[in-house]
């Protein structure tokens, strides 16, 4: 049985983040169709305006009274990167926003060529031979919802003002649910470009007409060059965004380690290094499988 990358779930949570301004919808054969109405539009027209507002909110309020947003346990260095962190992250979300936003037309006009991909290949091997992979979508929830879990551990009791703590929890677990959403919705575009391309040479292998040949080969030169072009295009910036962030937030984890156990009596003072490492090392966990995730399928969209 053939499985297909789950794509029906992931543009539902793309909409219902207001990243695309379109629906999906599925028929009895599992076949996937897009729906552009004025009021999807709308809704992501009010989701960006809260999204960047909140944003902004934070960002001035952590500007203002950066002293709030101190952790006891962090070095004097420590706090001032994670207050570099937590700007970058409230400019990384509207960034989003706003560039998905902008390009919102062509990228419905690039989801609905996708899709015809994704349920040509569906109509080929049958419904009844086709099963969606649902894994990647749980691993994404999953990562979203440890990065909650994590933010809850970490600010709880290290911050004293409620402000700075909600702050903080709100804008690491979106960062990561964001984000998180749209690579993994790229990763599932490669794998079906890539079941695609493979798809299309194992019908060149086997064709033994001239026009057959002719019509495949020009099928898959505007499948190379839809990768090559439209999905470069549509997720290349967003992609660099967040290598950026993710090599931001690499560094914490090590430099807090070594400082704090420089600073401190390793015998008496062993929690005291034991609490910022862990917290520091679940901060990157999401972010490590999700730049996994983004490596596994370097490459292959320009193949």
Same mark, same amino acid.
């Given at each position: 049985m053939s499985n297909y990358p789950e794509l029906y779930l992931h543009i539902k949570t793309l909409n219902f983040f207001g990243l695309i301004s379109c629906e999906c919808r599925q028929d009895k054969d599992k076949k996937l169709t897009l729906i552009t109405l004025r009021s999807h539009d709308i809704k992501a027209k009010k989701k960006l305006f809260i999204a960047v507002l909140g944003c902004l909110i934070m960002l001035i309020y952590c500007i203002l009274c950066h002293q709030d947003f101190y952790i006891s346990v962090f070095t004097e260095t420590g706090n001032h990167h994670s207050i570099l962190l937590f700007e970058c992250g409230c400019l990384l979300i509207p960034s989003f926003y706003v560039y998905l936003y902008v390009t919102r037309l062509r990228n419905i006009c690039f989801l609905k060529v996708m899709l015809n991909y994704y349920n040509d290949l569906w109509e080929?091997?049958?419904?009844?031979?086709?099963?969606? %992979?649902?894994?990647?979508?749980?691993?994404? /929830?999953?990562? !979203?919802?440890? $990065?909650? &879990?994590?933010? @809850?551990? *970490?600010?709880?009791?290290?911050?004293?003002?409620? %402000?700075?703590?909600?702050?903080?929890?709100? /804008?690491?677990? !979106?960062?990561? $649910?964001? &984000?998180?959403? @749209?690579? *993994?919705?790229?990763?599932?575009?490669?794998?079906?470009?890539?079941?695609?391309?493979?798809?299309?040479?194992?019908?060149?292998?086997? $064709?033994?007409?001239?026009?057959?040949?002719?019509?495949?080969?020009?099928?898959?030169?505007?499948?190379?060059?839809?990768?090559?072009?439209?999905?470069?295009?549509?997720?290349?910036?967003?992609?660099?965004?967040?290598?950026a962030y993710t090599l931001l937030l690499a560094p914490s984890g090590p430099y807090l380690v070594i400082s704090r156990f420089l600073q401190l009596h390793l015998v008496n003072d062993i929690w005291t290094i034991i609490v910022p490492s862990i917290i520091t090392f679940c901060w990157s966990i999401p972010w490590i499988v999700i730049f996994v995730m983004m490596s596994q399928c370097g490459g292959l969209t320009i193949e």
């Open positions: 080929k091997d049958g419904a009844k031979n086709v099963k969606p %992979s649902r894994r990647q979508f749980f691993i994404y /929830l999953e990562i !979203s919802l440890l $990065s909650l &879990v994590i933010s @809850v551990m *970490s600010y709880r009791q290290g911050l004293t003002a409620w %402000s700075s703590k909600l702050c903080l929890m709100v /804008l690491h677990s !979106s960062v990561t $649910s964001i &984000v998180g959403i @749209v690579n *993994s919705f790229y990763v599932s575009i490669v794998k079906i470009f890539v079941m695609a391309m493979k798809n299309l040479n194992e019908e060149l292998c086997e $064709s033994e007409n001239l026009i057959s040949t002719q019509n495949i080969l020009e099928r898959r030169s505007q499948l190379m060059f839809f990768c090559f072009n439209d999905l470069n295009k549509r997720f290349g910036l967003l992609l660099l965004l967040t290598v």
